[in-house]
């Protein structure tokens, strides 16, 4: 059961006349399941150096579209990992910004 709401956040990039890069957000509200992350995975990656926080899932496949941000709570967070599931549900991993 999804029940909850996020931003997924895609991010764009194009020159501008003096050849600064200028980045552009468009955010996408989607429900996601939102469950923690167990201790081993976290110590994985904690050696790694990354500090995951969450896992979101989203129940169909077709609703992402290969974003790398997602705000959750008013926070942001990177997505490190995407998983498909046997269901074609899927299962974003998601690391502190």
């Not at 979101?56 to 705000?71: H, K, M, Q, R």
Request: glycine fraction near 6%; charge should be negative.
């Amino acid at each position: 059961m999804l029940y909850d709401v996020a931003n997924l956040i895609a991010r764009t990039s194009e020159e501008n006349d003096i050849g600064d890069l200028i980045y552009t957000e468009s955010p996408r509200q989607v429900y996601v399941e939102v469950s923690s992350i167990g201790l081993k995975r976290k110590m994985e990656a904690m050696a790694a150096g990354l500090k995951l926080e969450w896992k979101f899932t989203l129940s169909n496949v077709a609703e992402y579209g290969d974003e790398e941000i997602i705000e959750y709570k008013g926070k942001r967070y990177n997505i490190v990992n995407v998983y498909i599931t046997d269901m074609l549900s899927v299962e974003l991993i998601a690391a502190r910004c």
